[in-house]
C-alpha cells in the first residue's frame, strides 16, 4: 500500500488519510466549531498519564471511602504533569472523586479516570476512591473567565451550537446499583435541558429522579433520557426515552436547533431522539455536569468535551461566508497555492482556527490538513500540486506523485458522494 511519509513521524497509509480528510462526509453527528465571538468549552485533558509527579501519579495515595487520604477532587487541578483544565474556552468548575489522568481509548491520548471502585458484600463501597464521580464545567468567552464558578457565559438561543463528548462506563461486579447519573446540560437559570440518567426507578434518594439506579430489567449499565417539556421543575414528570442496549462506552452529542428550538440527541453515528423540547423550556446551555449525583461508584472515563457553535457547511470556515470548499482558508473560491501558503506558515502550529490551516479543526496544522487541501486542490490553476508543495518546502511530507493522486481521487469520490468533508471541531 502506498504510504505517506511524515517528516517528524512514522508513515501513514494513504487510506488512512483518506479517512482522516473525508472523517465528517458521512452521514453522522454535526460537530461543534469554536469561534472567537461566541462562548464555547474545550476540556480535552493532557499530560503524561505515566508521570511519577509526587501525589499526582497512578501509584499515588488516593483518598478512598473509608481509607486514608491522597489529592482528591479540585486538588489535581494542582498537579503539574495532569492538565484538567479547559484550554481557552469554559472554565472547569469542580471536580469530584479521586481521579487520575488515564490513557483514554478515543483518541490515544489522556483521559480524565475515575476508577479502581470495589464493592463487597457487607462492607459496600469502603476503598472506592471514586464515589459519585463528577466532571462540571462552565462555558465561556475564548480567554475570558466565566461570570461565577457554576455559572458560564450562556449560548445563544438565536444560534445552533452542538455539545459532544466522549465516555465509558463500567458497573463493577457485585454493585446492582451501578450508575445514577451519566449527563446532565443546564441553562443559564432555568434548571436541565435533559439529563441521562440511570433507566430503573430504583432512585438513589426519595424525589429524585435524575439520580436513578442504571441496573434495569436484570442488566448493568442501562440508561434513560429524560426530556421536555416538564412543567413541575426538574425533579417532576418528564418524557423519557430508554436508551436500546447496554450502554458502556461512546459519543453523544446533543445539537440545538435555533430555527425551530428543538434538540437532537446522537450517540455515536445514531440519532437518539429528533425534534423534543428541552426539561426546562430554556436551551441557553452555560454549564454541563458528566457524572455525579447520589450514590453511584460506576468507574468513569470522560473525554474530550466540546460546546461550540454549528457552522452550516455552506459557509467558508466558521468566520466567512464564502465558498465552503474545505481547504479554501482564504475563502476566495478555490484551493490553491495560497491555500498551501497558509498551511506552510503555520505547519505543526497550535492554537489555530481554519483561517491558519486547521482544516479539520483539530486545534493543529498537521498533516490531515494538508490531506484536506490535496483532495480539493482546484485543477483549473497552472501549478500542479506537485509543484506548489516543492515549492511551498513541503514536498518531503508527500514524496510520490502516485500517493497524492490517490489523496485527490479518494478525497473527491468522498467529497461527491458524501455531500462534503464537515467542518468542526473533532
Known amino acids: 500500500m502506498l504510504q505517506f511519509k511524515m517528516s517528524h513521524g512514522p508513515a501513514i497509509s494513504a487510506f488512512a488519510m483518506v479517512a482522516m480528510v473525508c472523517h465528517g462526509a458521512l452521514a453522522g453527528p454535526p460537530l461543534p466549531t469554536l469561534t472567537d465571538t461566541d462562548p464555547g468549552i474545550q476540556l480535552l485533558f493532557s499530560g503524561d498519564p505515566n508521570t511519577t509527579e509526587d501525589g499526582c501519579a497512578h501509584d499515588a495515595p488516593r483518598a478512598t471511602i473509608g481509607g486514608e487520604g491522597g489529592k482528591m477532587h479540585n486538588e489535581l487541578l494542582e498537579c503539574d504533569n495532569w492538565d484538567f483544565s479547559t484550554t481557552q474556552w469554559g472554565q472547569t468548575s469542580f471536580l469530584q472523586g479521586a481521579f487520575i489522568l488515564g490513557n483514554s481509548p478515543f483518541d490515544g491520548g489522556a483521559g480524565w479516570e475515575c476508577s479502581g471502585n470495589v464493592y463487597t458484600p457487607g462492607a459496600g463501597y469502603v476503598g472506592s476512591p471514586c464515589g459519585n464521580s463528577t466532571v462540571r464545567v462552565t462555558a465561556s468567552y475564548k480567554n475570558t473567565p466565566p461570570p461565577k464558578r457554576d455559572q458560564g457565559h450562556a449560548m445563544s438561543e438565536a444560534k445552533d451550537w452542538v455539545l459532544r463528548f466522549d465516555f465509558k462506563v463500567d458497573t463493577i461486579p457485585g454493585d446492582t446499583f451501578g450508575g445514577d447519573k451519566l449527563f446532565e446540560p443546564q441553562g443559564m437559570a432555568a434548571g436541565d435541558i435533559l439529563t441521562i440518567t440511570g433507566a430503573s426507578d430504583n432512585l438513589a434518594g426519595p424525589g429524585f429522579p435524575r439520580e436513578a439506579s442504571s441496573y434495569f430489567n436484570g442488566e448493568s449499565n442501562r440508561y434513560k433520557v429524560r426530556y421536555g417539556p416538564a412543567p413541575d421543575g426538574s425533579n417532576g414528570s418528564s418524557s423519557e426515552f430508554i436508551i436500546p442496549g447496554q450502554l458502556n462506552q461512546g459519543t453523544f452529542t446533543l445539537h440545538y436547533k435555533a430555527a425551530n428550538q428543538r434538540l437532537d440527541l446522537w450517540l455515536d453515528d445514531t440519532k437518539l431522539l429528533a425534534n423534543f423540547e428541552s426539561y426546562s423550556g430554556v436551551y441557553d446551555l452555560d454549564r454541563l455536569q458528566l457524572g455525579g449525583g447520589g450514590g453511584s461508584f460506576e468507574n468513569a472515563i470522560y473525554d474530550n468535551i466540546i460546546l461550540g457553535v454549528f457552522v452550516d457547511e455552506g459557509e467558508c470556515g466558521p ?39 486547521d482544516a479539520n ?45 490517490t489523496v485527490i481521487v479518494f478525497g473527491a469520490m468522498c467529497l461527491v458522494r458524501r455531500g462534503g468533508c464537515r467542518h468542526g471541531v473533532q
Open 319 to 357: 468566520a466567512g461566508s464564502g465558498t465552503g470548499v474545505p481547504g479554501d482558508f482564504n475563502c476566495d473560491g478555490m484551493v490553491d497555492v495560497a491555500d498551501l501558503g497558509i498551511v506552510g506558515a503555520n505547519f505543526n502550529g497550535t492554537e489555530v482556527t481554519y483561517v491558519d490551516g
Open 361 to 405: 479543526l483539530d486545534g493543529a496544522v498537521d498533516v490531515a490538513d494538508l490531506g484536506v487541501v490535496g483532495a480539493n486542490w482546484s485543477s483549473a490553476q497552472g501549478t500542479s500540486l506537485s509543484q506548489a508543495l516543492h515549492n511551498a518546502g513541503l514536498n518531503n511530507l508527500v514524496p510520490e506523485s502516485t500517493t497524492i493522486a
